[in-house]
């Protein structure tokens, strides 16, 4: 009975979790749109951080 409610628990897990991946994806890709000059800084601020990183 344990073993039946944890594998649907975790099933409803994975669903809300991939839900809420696409929600945040979808996010991201609007707030791309509505702020490009944004997004241009972020990547690369990402990019010269990579850049400097030591390994």
Same mark, same amino acid.
């Given at each position: 009975?344990? &073993? &039946?409610?944890?594998?649907?628990? !975790?099933?409803? @897990? #994975? #669903? @809300? $979790?991939?839900? +809420? *991946?696409? !929600? ?5 890709? *609007?707030? !791309? @749109? %509505?702020?490009? #000059? $944004? %997004?241009?800084? /972020? #990547? *690369? $601020?990402? /990019? =010269?951080? =990579?850049?400097? +990183? @030591?390994?």
């Amino acid at each position: 009975m344990l &073993g &039946g409610t944890t594998s649907e628990t !975790d099933a409803e @897990r #994975r #669903r @809300r $979790r991939a839900r +809420f *991946l696409r !929600d945040l994806a979808e996010a991201r890709e *609007l707030r !791309d @749109r %509505v702020q490009p #000059r $944004r %997004v241009k800084v /972020a #990547r *690369l $601020r990402h /990019a =010269m951080r =990579m850049r400097t +990183f @030591r390994w």
